[in-house]
């Protein structure tokens, strides 16, 4: 008797989860991240070939570009924007220099109630952090293996 209640339960319970559970369609997924991050990149080329257009050359221009992506990519998130963009354009919103902003300010916002030095001090690159330290490192292995391979010959 405990052994029917019991299958019953699991079968309540398997039936809300599939209930609750959300169905992607991953062309349509694709879609959406290769529109959004396409829209962010001629955002950047808008604003770079305008800085070019200016008459700065095209290190200066490229700095600008950069920095007010990260701008944007920052307001964007303090406005409560970037999330949304997220949900809707998936991993397109990952484009490196918006996707890198907004994983840095996110924390900082989030954790900002808890002060300068315990919430946003200790918080801020939570998601960022790693992919420093692993960037970071990679480039210090793929420096020696090239110093190694230059000082052999090699190269």
Not at 30 to 38: L, R, S
Not at 136 to 153: C, E, M, P, Q, R
């Amino acid at each position: 008797m405990a052994d029917i209640a019991k299958q019953k339960k699991q079968k309540e319970y398997q039936d809300y989860v599939k209930q609750v559970t959300p169905t992607h369609n991953l062309f349509l997924d694709m879609c959406k991240a290769f529109v959004t991050g396409g829209a962010i990149c001629v955002i950047g080329q808008v604003i770079l070939n305008f800085c070019e257009r200016a008459g700065l050359d095209k290190e200066t221009a490229g700095s600008w570009c950069s920095l007010l992506l990260v701008l944007l990519s920052v307001l964007l998130t303090g406005f409560g924007l970037y999330s949304r963009l997220a949900k809707f354009g998936g991993a397109g919103t990952l484009v490196p220099i918006t996707g890198f902003a907004n994983s840095v300010a996110a924390p900082a916002i989030e954790y900002k109630k808890e002060g300068q030095v315990f919430g946003i001090g200790c918080k801020i690159f939570t998601i960022a952090g790693p992919v420093i330290l692993y960037g970071v490192f990679t480039s210090w292995l793929l420096g020696v293996g090239y110093w190694i391979l230059k000082s052999a010959g090699v190269l």
